[in-house]
């Protein structure tokens, strides 16, 4: 394998030259680096330095319980009458909420690389789109059999 | 002329490096390709319940026959049964906390609580689909039927694989062949964990909770 000037080359490779490239540096932060990054970011503090860029099993435990308590209202709001139209943008609003808290935490993507965090909301995006173009042509926001299709 | 320029490091983020998680050595993304490619399918998976959610929403109230789902729905016990599935996320991002400290024995005792909880769900599921059918909705009762069967079937059967993935990860961990190194193997699976449950989320909401619109459905024309 041939290495180009603009290749980065692994530690101990050897050049075009046939001399041996000065090693890189370590890919991975120090406890110190991730502090300062986490501070930076806003983010909380990785639980075990270098080794774990996750929240502590506190904050997933506070999550759950955050999740329990929303699931339980998303029931109330169903059973309450009064709410009429407005309960369904309601329940639509705590089942986002229960999507962005899952996502976040309990997937990481707060935490992780910001590439995989583009990949899923694109997904999500995409999905979105689509599907709302399909509503509008098959009618179902008209509340009648609209379908020209 | 020697290579001297600095190798350019793209990981955004802090944390461990997908070596150290036992999955593929460092890539320009800074993210393993088994991640990667895992996001990139939970993202289609989103594309497939959309499509499954979507159907539902369109067939909503336009049922000609009964049952509907005003009249078979039992709320409260789906709830429990989300509940159960939102506590087995919590069981699973536990049971990956557990494996990055390199304590393999509550790894264990967090994935068999997972998978425990996935099977409490989907027996709920089982003796829901057993009940309507008693009701008289099956498959080919009704529009409704067709669009509830096919989506929250598809869910039952990702929580059931799901359920036979973590069983194995707790046959390897017990054979001593899913060491801290693994860590990003179980990552990977919790991953896919969380995206059922958060599937679950918008089911539980979409087909449950908000009342089902009625449609006025255009008789179909008459052919002489």
Redesign the interface.
């Known amino acids: 394998m041939t290495?180009t000037?603009?290749t980065?080359?692994a530690a101990g490779a050897t050049?075009?030259?046939g001399?041996e490239?000065?090693p890189?540096?370590p890919?991975?932060?120090t406890s110190r680096?991730?502090v300062e990054?986490?501070a930076v970011h806003r983010r909380p503090v990785?639980?075990?330095g270098?080794?774990?860029?996750?929240p502590t099993?506190a904050l997933?435990?506070r999550?759950?319980l955050i999740?329990?308590v929303i699931?339980a209202i998303?029931?109330a709001?169903?059973?309450i009458k009064g709410l009429g139209d407005t309960?369904?943008p309601l329940?639509?609003a705590?089942?986002a909420v229960?999507?962005f808290l899952?996502?976040s935490?309990?997937?990481?993507l707060r935490?992780?690389?910001?590439?995989?965090r583009r990949?899923?909301v694109?997904?999500?995006i995409?999905?979105?789109i689509?599907?709302a173009i399909?509503?509008l042509l098959?009618g179902?926001f008209s509340?009648?059999?609209g379908a020209h299709v | 002329?020697?290579?001297?320029?600095?190798?350019?490091?793209l990981?955004?983020?802090?944390?461990?490096?997908p070596a150290?998680h036992g999955l593929s050595p460092?890539t320009?993304?800074?993210?393993s390709n088994e991640?990667?490619a895992m996001?990139?399918f939970?993202?289609?998976?989103?594309?497939l319940f959309?499509?499954l959610?979507?159907t539902y929403?369109?067939y909503q109230g336009?049922n000609i026959t009964g049952p509907t789902p005003k009249q078979i729905y039992d709320?409260?016990y789906t709830?429990i049964s989300?509940?159960v599935l939102?506590?087995s996320?919590?069981t699973?991002?536990?049971a990956?906390?557990a494996i990055?400290?390199g304590d393999h024995r509550r790894l264990r005792l967090w994935l068999t609580a997972t998978a425990l909880l996935g099977t409490v769900f989907i027996g709920g599921q089982v003796y829901e689909f057993t009940s309507f059918i008693h009701e008289g909705l099956t498959v080919r009762t009704n529009l409704f039927g067709s669009s509830f069967f096919v989506l929250t079937g598809f869910h039952g059967v990702h929580v059931t694989l799901g359920i036979m993935m973590l069983l194995s990860l707790v046959i390897m961990s017990s054979k001593g062949r899913l060491g801290q190194d693994k860590a990003g193997v179980v990552?990977i699976i919790?991953?896919y964990w969380?995206?059922v449950?958060?599937v679950w989320?918008?089911i539980?909401?979409?087909v449950?909770?908000?009342?089902s619109?009625v449609?006025?459905?255009?008789p179909p024309l008459q052919i002489r």
């Open positions: 290495d000037p603009d980065p080359t050049t075009i030259t001399q490239a000065p890189p540096p890919a991975d932060p680096e991730l990054e986490a990785p639980e075990g270098e080794h774990g860029a996750h099993d997933y435990i999550i759950a999740l329990a699931t998303e029931v709001v169903s059973y309960s369904a329940l639509i705590l089942a229960k999507f899952v996502g935490y309990f997937m990481h935490f992780d690389n910001r590439v995989l990949l899923f694109t997904g999500i995409l999905a979105l689509v599907y399909v509503f098959l179902v509340n009648t059999h | 002329m020697t290579t001297t320029s600095e190798p350019e490091i990981d955004e983020s802090p944390g461990v490096t150290e460092v320009n993304t800074g993210v991640k990667l996001w990139s939970l993202g289609s998976e989103c594309l959309g499509a959610i979507s929403f369109l336009r709320i409260p709830s989300s509940f939102l506590m996320s919590l699973m991002v536990l990956l906390a990055q400290r990552e919790g991953l969380h995206f449950d958060v989320i918008v539980f909401t979409v449950y909770l908000i009342p619109p449609v006025h459905v255009t």
